[in-house]
Every structure is written in structure tokens, then in C-alpha cells.
């Protein structure tokens, strides 16, 4: 790293995103704005029941309508592609269903793609689509996790005998004993709603195989362009150097276009049957149906407690509804197993016992989604120990103090099996205290109690495991990079070309890489292109999930550029005749750093090195492109950590909950660019308070979804969202040079504990508690008749 | 309520494409009722179109022919004659907030406009469609209700008024009849001691509302002599809510307890479980609703 | 003899980004699909088609508006802006370097709308406060951002431009 001539554009500073002007000024380039030569457009004719048996379909009236190229079904789709059975295979005991494209026999969840409709346009499709007739018989449905696991319910999967995914426990130390033999016990229950990603932009893909060299190339708003690559060139059996997959502007990701989608895959195919482009955009209703959908969680948690304050035990039993299968690729395991294995790192306590189980319901699949089971282990442990420390009648402030795990107790595994090497709890939680005037924002609270004004403050305590390694992913089965690599290129004018194999959602990945390749080559950020999001032509890497990017596509740029800088001084030092260890570059302009003067100028080196070999010794090796990757093997994830605070109103009346300000302390390790990291921690934030008091796939008790549109379905608006303070604290990760740990979810899982904590604070003097997300008026108004009533 | 969501998942399809219809631009007002007159239910009028097409998007009506009433200037202006304030059907959300004759003569219209969508919404959506429409959960037609006004109603046939109040017949449905449009809405003057009051409990701002509310009352020294109190979002159309008007008329103010209306509440009001929301906690809603807006009118006398 | 029935397909003149434009549109398409398909204009986006999100806002005789809730067949007669035209123009240049400076952005595809939304707000040429700017961009769904970027470019666009006008 080149700290001596750190620039007003390298690592650390506040650089505006070199891709905002094109995208501010409507010229960003997302999938529906694409178009290719006979393009054809698909529609999907979806199952309206969550679990039927088809008894007929009749697909000859739509055949025969206007603009019609095709219409499939199950049998037309399926033979070719190799079903997914997504199960993890370092998880002893998981297991699912095969998952074929259309729904052949029966549907088991309401929005299973059952035909495809290829039309000339997507309103022909639709029209289209409409005359398809499918005569359904329902079947029993399964409709929650507590249904499904009921003796007696049948399973929706007969093969599976019961509807079981996954089942999980670990203990660690005497938990027992600890229960039995605290000074306290608080239990509680907790309900985590299902919820929606909800990018702006819906999922989308084309398809173009080319009859002609058998090669198939998706332009595809995916997260990893590499995982479908594999995926179609495994399923669909076509080598894998003939599949290519691009990933052009995306309009946010945050996880769900992660996932792997059997209409997405059934859109591939039907390019293939028609040997023609066809393009799949997932209108906005569709979304509500097929989106990998997130949560749905009920959790019951235990913390033992001493009268001195110490914590002795915790306790935690998860159960997850995962949807009817499980999801490929990716798994409906995280959730549960992140939850359990997270709940109470930051604090010291030895004995442990955890059991998640994953359970399949007639509902759409639950995939990933920004924070996974993290959000549910940060409030579960944040409101058991906010609600200890008021039992102690501690200051809930001074609990933390003195019950977070110690900087003297690192590096440490935590009774849930977490690694924390390089976490920073003190610290952060410190500097939130002075950020927020702790003191005179309790002061006040206590006055406006007075007043019947109910306001609740919560702080909420947070891990976040970042840059999954191979030791995470590898052992699974599925084949996911957690490597990213970069390819430099100096160009004969001295400006440099940056490949990366990340994607970039929106969260200016792509400019943090052209920060660190400057930084590191030596040359201001407007020398620097940068593109990503291309199999075919960057090293191999995993693109832009868990909290990534930077941490690890940063480290091979960093890497990358340190060897084209290296490459560089030492065609530079041939040149000048100058040994390349007195050189360096300042600003493009390779320097002598003895007499501190110019002794040549990259475009010279460039000019040189490409059109003027003759000039140079024989012998010389001129290499100006460079490639890199890096993965940390040994690394099962980074560790980010935080902490956060809410302040919010409740009207105790109608229920309402306003929030009034929310903070945040962010410990990502090194801060490539402020601004970048600002917005993820904000952005985050927004979608936690949404998923806390707004968000909810609402269903039927037989599995019918009844809010499915942007109407009753309530994603947080300006106008209800708070202003948000961000600081933070850096400590580097210890085993990469950049030190870049990660920052995609902290936001979010800070901010879900920390409203949970502060609407639970302000309902104390009631003594009614809410535990059921989101906290609706209807659910924050049955707390208090709880309560009043005198049950909890 | 925009539209019944789940409507749209009962179809194999989720669509978001329109079905094909015919479009007419008619010159004059006589030319669209003589339209209207011709093509009998398989035309529907579009003015402002913010509600028509996201059904029409959703496929969850299927008209032949769109007749864009949108440019006829016998539907818009805003005049005040003999107490009386006319308001053309084509008067958009937004020109509520921002008339001074409205914010002078009719301030609870402006008051509520405020929380109908947003500017992008206000901007396009008429006074004449939000009646029309006559979604139960929204503002103008309580608020057309509470102000006594009367619809100017149009066709081929001639014009006839009707009250606000016999307009709005059921769940969507209203005493137009086929080939009929609202020309324009008239108001009363209000009185010199009548208040207007507004309030609604909505998630986010520009949400339809869970319960509202629309007072038109009277008050002398601190004591409510007469009350108009049209609810919406928990009724199945806009309609005075007798027994709570009668009920709350002679409390003295500001109103403490809410026992004097409660049961009559329960009496007037009829709301149904939705999803998330059950009749119970909507009626708990609407009487802590009344207490505020009645409360609040003290605090506009006060200031 | 006068058209009582209407036509499948509708003639209309307008004038689109400051040009005029005169063509045969299908009735059933609403104006974003128009703009985005018949006539390339890519940068209005549609987000969810049933007028919530606003990622579709245009401007149409200055004022902001939903295209997806917006026939092309209504715009004859009107003036169109969308987001290709305002920023050719510059007319959007403050709004855009504010944003770009406060990355005010992310996916970008709720930028379009905000922007044009934002751009209605500060040519009123009136102060506003935050709360006011949040309750003007209510209706513009983003996911990204936590939207206090955005309030914070809006902001500081109407400080400049109100003391702009103050000293002009």
C-alpha cells in the first residue's frame, strides 16, 4: 500500500461513485432494458393453490393466440435439466426433495411455475397465459411450522415420510446444571413473520443459447455470475467454457438474487428448446410468489443469570419454516444455524445448549437474504440481556460493560462455536455512549414518562461474519467460490484496466476496487476502469454476497496491483537504468525516491513496453498484465462487529411506533471509502427497522399469501424513516494486508436488535412486552391487554 | 384498500400487462355521454386513472373502451356562488391543497387531501374518480359526506343532483347509473361555528388509512352542541355515523373519556377482519380517533 | 360522423423531452412501457406497475407523474420529461453532482424517479425543511440508501438554489 502518497481518492477517503453520473442520469443498463435480435419474452402460468394435484392442462387455446412462439410444460422443460436436490452435505441429516422446473404432478406452493408462455412480447405472452386451463384438485395444505411438525400431518413429501429438513442441537459446557442452579432465569418467546427482499429492481434474466456453437450466454441480474455459470454448463449439459454469464446493472441484490430459481432456469431452457433469446423479467406481482422469501422463525431463548450480574447460561430452540424445498445451491439451513450459533458471542458466558430445525410448509422457499439468522441471535441475546440487566437493576449500559467477553479473553471461541479473533465491543459500545448522550436521552425518557409520553431507548450488541472462506462453503458440496481474483492491465497511454470477478448491486464495489488498484499502483482514480460481473473474462470468484466484495475481491486487487506496480518499476528501471528498488510511483509518474524526481511517466513505461520492446535488453520481460486471487483457506469467515441504538416512541394508544433516531458504531475493519460504507450501514438499517415494524408476507392459515402487492405489503419510506449517525471503529483484519472485514449486513442485524430492544424498553412501565415481528399497532395494542390482564 | 390483492394470486397468472381495449378522446361532454350512451357497461370513464390502472395492470377489470373524460372543461373549474362552492369533477387532489377558495370555504378538503397518496398521485387523481371509485377506505367521499355536499350527475338524459350521502351505496358501489358521470360537486358553505376535523391512522404516509376520520362540528364554550362524524376505512362506504354524531354532542371539551361514545361506536361502525387487522382493534382505533379529532378542534378554537 | 367507439390504436402528438412527437401508440400501454419500449427511453423504470414505488416518475406538463398509471394514449396534447431529456439539459446538473456527492444513490433504479420527484420540489423555489422533503419523496420507494443520503443531497439543493435567489 502506498501510504506515503495516499491521495484524496485512495484507501480511506470519501470517493463518490465513478458509476452514479451514467446511472443518474438514466443511462444505467438493468436487465428489462436490454434487448436482442428476436427476442422472444416468457411468462409463467403459476399454481393459485399451495398444494394441488393437476388433473388436466390444456395449453391448445394459448397455443393458437396472437404472437404465440411456444408454450411448455413440465414435460416439454423438465428432461432437460438435471433436477436440484438442495442439500447441504456437511450438515448430517438434511435433506429435501428433488426440485424440477414446472410442476408436472402436483404444486406444493402457491406460485410454482407450472407452464411457460413464449411470446413476441410479454403482453402477448400474457394474454396468452390467461387461456392456458389447468384443472386443479386441491390437496391438504401445511400451512405453518408448528402444523408440519404436529403428529398426524402428512408430509408433503412422501419420500421424506415427515417434513423434517433439518434437525440440529449443540451444548457446550453444563447448561443444565447452570439453569438449575442460577440466581435467575428469563425466558422468552419470539416470532419472526416472513419477509420479502424487495429489490426495486425484480429478478430477470435473457437466455441466449446459440444453436449454432452450442454455447449459451445469460445476461442474468445475479449476484454470482461464476455459481451459474456452473450451474447451467452442470445442469443443463453444456461445457463449461461454452457458458457465459453477465451480469450488466442490477438494481439491488441484498442476498435474494443469490438464489437459484427453477422459473429462471426453465426461462434458460426454453432459449434452448426455441434456440432464440428469450427474456424472463419477474413482474412485480410475480415477485410476491416466486422471490426466495426470508425468516419465519419461532424462537423460544433462556438466559441464567448470577446476582453479582454474571451470565452463566443461555438457551436457544429455533424453528424455521423453510418453504416446500430446499433452496439449491444455497440451502435453508443458515438461517437456524446462524441464529443458534451467533446468540450471545459478544458476552462471556461457558454453557450453551441450541437446537434449530429447518421444516418444510406449503409456502414459497426460503433463500437468502441480507443478515440471514444473524438479525434473530442479536435480538434474542440483546433483549434477554437488556431485560437481565433491568432484573440486577443494572443500568443496562453498565451490564454490557461489564459482561462483554474481554479484549484479554481474544482470540476466543464463543460457546456457540464462534471465532473472535480481532472484535472491538468495548470500544464501539464506548463511543456510541458519548455519540448519543446516553445520559440525557435516559433523563429524558423518564420525564416524558411523566407526561404518559412512552419512549424506548435500545442498544443492541452485534457480530457479523463476513467473507465466508472454504472452510464454510467447501465441505457443503456446493460448488461456491468464496475466492475473488482481479486482472490489471496497464494500458500503453499509463492508465490501468481492472477486471474483477465481483458484481456490484449498488454497492459501489466497483469503485472501492478502482480506490485500492489506484492506492496501490500509484496513480489517481480517474486512471483506473474498472469492470466486473463477466465469467468469461475475469479470473474465477464468487461475486458479491455475505459481506465480500471489499474484504476479499479488495485483498486480489491489492495483490494484483502490487504486482503490476512491481512489473511496472522494473521495465521502468531498465528504462532509466535504474535499479527498480530506489523507484516508485507518485501520481503516474514513476519517481527515484532517493533524489525525490520524476524519472518517467507511466505512459512512457506504457508506450515502451508495448511498442518499443526493440529499445529494450533481449532479455527483458515485459509483463503489464497481471492476474491475482485470493481466498483465505483457513478462514472460515471474518468477523465485523458493532453496536447500535434506537430511540423511539410508542403511542400507546393505536400502537404506533415512531422511530426518532437511530445511531450506529460500526467496527468493518479497514474503511476503504466512507462514503460507501455510510451507505450500506444506513441502507441496512432502513431495511431492519422496515423488517421490525413493517414487513410481512401475510398468510392464511392454509398458506395463502393475502398482501401480495406494494400496496399492503409496507416497505419503509422516506417519510418514516429516521436520520441516521454512523461512526466508526477500525480494527484491520489481522490475516489480509487490506484488512477489509465486511459491511453488507451489520446495518440491518444492529438496527432489527436494536428497535426490538428500544420498542420493548419503552412498553416497561406497562410491563407488557411485544415478541412478534413486525410489531404491528394490532400486536403492540394485544401487548398491552396482555398485560393489563396481567399475563406477560 | 387499492384493490383486493388477492385477487390477482386466485389467477394462475400474475399479470402486469393491461388487456387490450379501445381508447376515446370524446370532444365535448355531449359527445362522451353520447359515447357512454353507445357502448352501455363495456365503457368505463378514465379522468386521473390512478386507481383504473393499476386494476387495469392487474387484469382485474376488463373494459372494451376507455372514454378519456381527462381533457373536457365542462368537468373542471372551481366557482362560489350564493354560499355555494362548485367544484368540477376534474379538480385534482393536488389543486385541494393549494386553492385558496378550498382552504378558506372547505378546509377539512384540503386537510384530507394531504394525505391522499402522494404529490405524484395528487398530481393526477380527481375529485370526481376518488367519488366515483368510492373505495370505502378513502378520504373525499367521507369528506364529501361531512360537508353536506350534493354530485352534479350527468348524461345523455340530462343532469340530476344527488347528496353525498345517498351517493355511496355499498362496498364500491354508488347511484351512478349506467351512461352517467359526475359533472361536479357542490358544497355548502360551512357554518360560521363549525369546525372541520381530520385524522387518520395509516401506516406510511400516503397509505390508506386503517381508520379515519371526518368531523364537521359545532362547539360553543368549550362544549360540542352538534357533530357530523363520517368514518372510512372501517365502514363499507362513506355514510354519517348517526348514533356516535348524536352521542358526542354535548360532551364537554376536551373530552376525557371516551365511555360516553363507545358503545355507539360499535353501533355505527361494522368493520370486517382483514389481514393484520382485526374489527376489534379497528373500533379501539376509531374511538381513540374521536377522542383526538374532537380534542384537536379545542386546540384550533384555542389557537 | 363522429367516433363513438374509440380505436385499438391511438394517434397522438405531444411534446417529449422538448421535441415534438407524433405517434401511433397501442391504447393498452401505459406510457412507461411506451417510453421504455417503443421509444428506447430506458431510464424511467417500472418497479412495481400498480403506482407505489414512483421508479416510473415522469414529468408531464412539469409536474410529477406516474407512468405506469398513465396511458400514452393521455399525453397527447402535453408535455412529457423524463429523465434523458432533464439531464441532456442539465437541467437536473445540481440535483445529480448533490446526489453523486452524498452517494445519494446505489442500485440506481429508484434514481430516476427520485430525482425527477426531487426536481419538482426544488423548482418550487420554497425552503423546505427535512420533514418536508421526506414527506415530498414518500411516495419514491428506495432500498438501498436508508434514504438519509437523499434528504441530505434534496437539502442541500434547496439551500443553494433558495440562496441563490436570495442574492440574485
Known amino acids: 500500500m502506498n501510504t506515503n502518497t495516499r491521495s484524496s481518492t485512495g484507501i480511506g477517503a470519501r470517493v463518490p461513485r465513478l458509476e452514479l453520473q451514467r446511472l443518474l442520469s438514466g443511462r444505467g443498463r438493468y436487465i428489462d432494458d436490454i434487448k436482442l435480435p428476436r427476442m422472444l419474452h416468457v411468462c409463467f402460468v403459476r399454481s393459485p393453490h399451495p398444494h394441488a394435484r393437476i388433473v388436466s392442462i390444456n395449453v391448445e387455446p394459448a397455443k393458437q393466440a396472437r404472437g404465440v412462439e411456444a408454450v411448455l410444460t413440465a414435460a416439454d422443460i423438465n428432461p432437460r435439466c438435471e433436477p436440484f436436490v438442495g442439500v447441504a452435505l456437511h450438515r448430517p441429516g438434511h435433506r429435501s426433495a428433488p426440485q424440477l422446473l414446472l410442476a408436472s404432478e402436483r404444486a406444493v406452493w402457491q406460485g410454482q411455475p407450472v407452464v411457460a408462455v413464449i411470446a413476441d412480447s410479454l403482453a402477448e405472452a400474457e394474454d396468452a397465459a390467461e387461456l392456458v386451463a389447468i384443472e386443479w384438485a386441491p390437496l391438504p395444505v401445511v400451512g405453518d411450522q408448528m402444523q408440519a411438525i404436529a403428529p398426524g400431518t402428512p408430509a408433503i413429501h412422501p419420500e421424506l415420510d415427515d417434513n423434517v429438513a433439518f434437525d440440529f442441537s449443540l451444548e457446550r459446557g453444563e447448561p443444565a446444571k447452570a439453569f438449575a442452579e442460577a440466581d435467575y432465569v428469563i425466558e422468552e418467546e419470539f416470532r419472526f413473520e416472513r419477509q420479502m427482499a424487495m429489490t426495486l429492481e425484480t429478478r430477470g434474466l435473457i437466455a441466449d443459447f446459440n444453436p449454432g456453437d452450442g454455447s449459451l450466454t445469460v445476461i442474468h441480474a445475479h449476484q454470482s455470475p461464476f455459481q451459474m455459470q456452473d450451474v447451467f454448463s452442470r445442469h443443463l449439459k453444456i461445457p463449461e467454457h461454452k457458458v457465459r454469464v453477465i451480469a450488466p446493472d442490477i438494481g439491488g441484490g441484498f442476498g435474494m438474487k443469490l438464489n437459484l430459481y427453477v422459473d429462471e432456469m426453465a426461462a434458460v431452457v426454453a432459449s434452448m428448446v426455441l434456440g432464440r433469446p428469450v427474456k424472463f423479467c419477474v413482474d412485480r406481482l410475480e415477485s410476491f410468489v416466486s422471490d426466495a422469501q426470508a425468516r419465519d422463525h419461532r424462537i423460544k431463548a433462556r438466559i441464567a443469570f448470577m446476582k453479582s450480574g454474571e451470565i452463566v447460561a443461555m438457551e436457544m430452540d429455533d424453528i424455521a419454516a423453510v418453504g416446500a424445498y430446499g433452496m439449491p445451491m444455497r440451502f435453508n439451513v443458515a438461517e437456524g444455524m446462524m441464529a443458534i450459533t451467533i446468540t450471545g458471542a459478544p458476552y462471556s458466558f461457558e454453557n450453551y445448549k441450541a437446537r434449530t430445525r429447518s421444516i418444510y410448509v406449503n409456502k414459497n422457499l426460503i433463500g437468502m437474504y441480507r443478515g440471514v439468522g444473524m438479525p434473530l441471535a442479536c435480538i434474542a441475546t440483546e433483549l434477554l440481556t437488556d431485560l437481565a440487566a433491568d432484573k440486577l437493576g443494572i443500568d443496562t449500559v453498565e451490564f454490557k460493560r461489564r459482561t462483554y467477553r474481554p479484549k484479554s479473553s481474544l482470540p476466543c471461541i464463543t460457546p456457540g462455536g464462534q471465532r473472535l479473533e480481532t472484535v472491538s465491543f468495548h470500544e464501539c459500545l464506548e463511543k456510541l455512549v458519548e455519540l448519543i448522550d446516553y445520559d440525557a436521552l435516559r433523563k429524558e425518557q423518564r420525564k416524558l414518562r411523566e407526561k404518559d409520553v412512552f419512549r424506548g431507548l435500545g442498544i443492541a450488541t452485534f457480530c457479523e461474519q463476513t467473507a465466508y472462506g472454504p472452510p464454510y462453503y467447501g465441505p457443503s458440496g456446493a460448488p461456491i467460490s468464496t475466492q475473488d481474483g482481479c486482472n490489471l492491465r496497464l494500458e500503453p497511454s499509463g492508465s490501468v484496466r481492472c477486471v474483477t470477478s465481483l458484481t456490484d448491486q449498488g454497492q459501489g464495489t466497483l469503485t472501492g476496487i478502482a480506490q485500492i488498484v489506484a492506492d496501490t499502483i500509484g496513480v489517481s482514480i480517474e486512471q483506473v476502469g474498472v469492470i466486473g460481473g463477466d465469467s468469461s473474462i475475469s479470473p474465477y470468484g464468487g461475486g458479491a454476497w455475505a459481506s465480500r466484495g471489499m474484504a476479499i475481491g479488495g485483498e486480489a486487487a491489492l495483490r494484483a496491483g502490487t504486482m503490476l506496480k512491481h512489473n511496472i518499476l522494473a521495465l521502468a528501471g531498465t528504462i532509466t537504468q535504474t535499479p527498480p528498488e530506489a523507484l516508485d510511483i507518485i501520481d503516474g509518474q514513476v519517481v527515484n525516491t532517493r533524489t525525490g524526481q520524476p524519472v518517467i511517466s507511466l505512459a512512457d513505461v506504457g508506450r515502451i513496453g508495448y511498442f518499443r520492446q526493440d529499445t529494450l535488453p533481449p532479455d527483458h520481460d515485459v509483463q503489464l498484465s497481471v492476474s491475482a486471487s485470493f481466498v483465505g483457506n483457513d478462514k472460515m469467515y471474518y468477523m465485523a462487529n458493532g453496536v447500535q441504538a434506537s430511540y423511539v416512541e410508542v403511542d400507546c394508544e393505536t400502537g404506533f411506533i415512531k422511530v426518532l433516531g437511530q445511531w450506529a458504531v460500526d467496527d468493518c475493519g479497514r474503511v476503504i471509502n466512507p462514503l460507501l460504507v455510510d451507505g450500506q450501514v444506513r441502507g441496512g438499517i432502513v431495511q431492519g427497522i422496515g423488517a421490525v415494524l413493517y414487513e410481512e408476507c401475510i398468510y392464511s392459515d392454509d398458506a395463502n399469501l393475502l398482501n401480495g402487492t406494494m400496496a399492503d405489503y409496507l416497505v419503509p419510506m422516506a417519510d418514516e424513516m429516521p436520520d441516521i449517525v454512523v461512526a466508526h471503529v477500525e480494527t484491520p483484519e489481522a490475516s489480509t494486508k487490506l484488512g477489509a472485514k465486511g459491511i453488507g449486513e451489520a446495518g440491518l442485524i444492529g438496527a432489527m436488535g436494536s428497535v426490538w430492544v428500544a420498542v420493548n424498553d419503552a412498553l416497561k412501565p406497562f410491563g407488557a412486552r411485544v415478541r412478534h415481528q413486525p410489531f404491528t399497532p394490532e400486536r403492540v395494542l394485544d401487548a398491552l391487554a396482555r398485560a393489563r390482564s396481567g399475563r406477560r | ?303 | 360522423m363522429t367516433d363513438l367507439v374509440g380505436h385499438e390504436d391511438v394517434d397522438i402528438e405531444a411534446t417529449l423531452n422538448g421535441k415534438p412527437l407524433k405517434r401511433r401508440v397501442k391504447a393498452r400501454q401505459h406510457l412507461a412501457d411506451f417510453l421504455r419500449q417503443e421509444l428506447e427511453l430506458t431510464g424511467t423504470h417500472l418497479g412495481c406497475e400498480h403506482g407505489i414505488c414512483g421508479a416510473c416518475t415522469v414529468l408531464i406538463d412539469g409536474r410529477s407523474v406516474r407512468s405506469c398509471l398513465t396511458l400514452a394514449a393521455q399525453i397527447s396534447g402535453k408535455s412529457v420529461d423524463t429523465i434523458e431529456g432533464l439531464s441532456q439539459s442539465g437541467r437536473l446538473a445540481d440535483l445529480q453532482k448533490a446526489f453523486i456527492e452524498r452517494n445519494a444513490a446505489q442500485c440506481g433504479f429508484c434514481s430516476s424517479g427520485m430525482l425527477l420527484t426531487a426536481y419538482e420540489l426544488v423548482s418550487t423555489g420554497e425552503a423546505a425543511s427535512r420533514a418536508e422533503i421526506r414527506e415530498y419523496l414518500s411516495g419514491n420507494m428506495c432500498r438501498c440508501t436508508g434514504y438519509h443520503a437523499i434528504i441530505d443531497a434534496v437539502e442541500a439543493v434547496i439551500a443553494a438554489r433558495t440562496a441563490g435567489a436570495r442574492q440574485s
Do not use: W
Request: aromatic residues 4%; hydrophobic residues 45%; charged residues 20%.
Open chain 2, 1 to 303: 384498500m387499492l384493490f383486493d390483492s388477492t385477487l390477482s394470486l386466485k389467477h394462475n397468472v400474475q399479470i402486469m400487462k393491461a388487456r387490450n381495449f379501445r381508447y376515446i378522446r370524446p370532444d365535448s361532454l355531449q359527445h362522451a355521454y353520447r359515447i357512454l350512451e353507445e357502448n352501455g357497461g363495456d365503457a368505463v370513464p378514465i379522468a386521473g386513472g390512478q386507481s383504473l390502472l393499476a386494476g387495469l395492470n392487474m387484469r382485474l377489470s376488463a373494459p372494451k373502451l376507455l372514454v378519456d373524460i381527462g381533457g373536457l372543461k365542462e368537468l373542471a373549474g372551481q366557482s362560489q356562488r350564493d354560499g355555494t362552492i362548485r367544484l368540477g369533477a376534474l379538480t385534482r387532489h393536488g389543486e385541494l391543497l393549494q386553492s385558496d377558495l378550498v382552504r378558506k370555504q372547505l378546509p377539512l378538503l384540503a386537510q384530507a387531501a394531504a394525505h391522499i397518496g402522494h404529490v405524484a398521485i395528487r398530481n393526477r387523481g380527481t375529485l370526481g374518480g376518488s367519488l366515483a371509485y368510492a373505495d370505502p377506505a378513502a378520504e373525499l367521499p367521507a369528506c364529501s359526506v361531512a360537508l353536506r355536499a350534493t354530485l352534479v350527475l350527468g348524461s345523455a338524459a340530462g343532469e340530476r343532483e344527488v347528496k353525498a350521502e345517498d351517493f355511496f351505496k355499498g362496498l364500491f358501489e354508488t347511484d351512478l347509473r349506467p351512461g352517467e358521470l359526475i359533472v361536479a360537486v357542490k358544497f355548502p358553505a360551512p357554518q360560521a361555528n363549525t369546525t372541520a376535523g381530520f385524522a387518520e391512522l395509516a401506516r406510511r404516509r400516503g397509505d390508506f388509512a386503517l381508520v379515519g376520520l371526518a368531523a364537521m362540528v359545532s362547539a360553543r364554550r368549550d362544549r360540542i352542541e352538534g357533530a357530523r362524524l363520517v368514518y372510512f376505512g372501517c365502514v363499507d362506504r362513506a355514510k354519517v355515523a348517526a348514533s356516535v354524531s348524536v352521542a358526542v354532542s354535548g360532551l364537554a371539551m376536551p373530552v376525557l373519556d371516551t365511555a360516553a361514545f363507545e358503545r355507539e361506536i360499535r353501533q355505527d361502525l361494522t368493520p370486517d377482519d382483514t389481514p393484520g387487522l382485526r374489527a376489534e382493534t379497528k373500533l379501539h382505533m376509531a374511538t381513540v380517533l374521536t377522542r383526538r379529532v374532537l380534542n384537536s378542534l379545542v386546540m384550533q378554537a384555542a389557537s
